[in-house]
């Protein structure tokens, strides 16, 4: 299977920046969607955003217009910048990715261990 590994996490103040990466690696394997998922303590684990091969991105609507996804095809790579961030962003924020191997016709799905976001009033 792809691992998948977060990074990038840490502490700021509100009204400040952050950017998170994810790496995918593996053998024999193609991406098709990486995605961001966020868990705060006592919530549910929420959908942040989303960003394909060749489709549009897609947001929460609680970070359009603050955060912006994007990847790096050549390197199984993808970064989240977070500007404008707000107390009620601190989660752990998980890289997940949807992957093939061209001898499957299913995709496969893996997540990572996830990054802490902390957000300071």
């Known amino acids: 299977q792809v691992h998948v590994v977060e990074s990038g996490g840490g502490l700021v103040q509100a009204g400040g920046s952050l950017r998170l990466s994810c790496a995918a690696s593996g053998s024999t394997f193609t991406i098709n969607t990486m995605k961001w998922y966020r868990q705060a303590p006592g919530k549910e684990r929420e959908f942040v955003a989303l960003i394909s091969n060749a489709g549009p991105e897609n947001y929460a609507g609680s970070v359009k217009g603050r955060f912006t996804i994007s990847r790096d095809n050549a390197t199984n790579t993808m970064s989240l910048q977070m500007n404008s961030l707000k107390p009620e962003d601190t989660a752990v924020y998980y890289c997940?990715?949807?992957?093939?191997?061209?001898?499957?016709?299913?995709?496969?799905?893996?997540w990572g261990q996830g990054t802490q976001v902390t957000v300071s009033s």
């Open positions: 997940g990715v949807n992957y093939f191997y061209s001898i499957s016709p299913n995709y496969r799905q893996s």
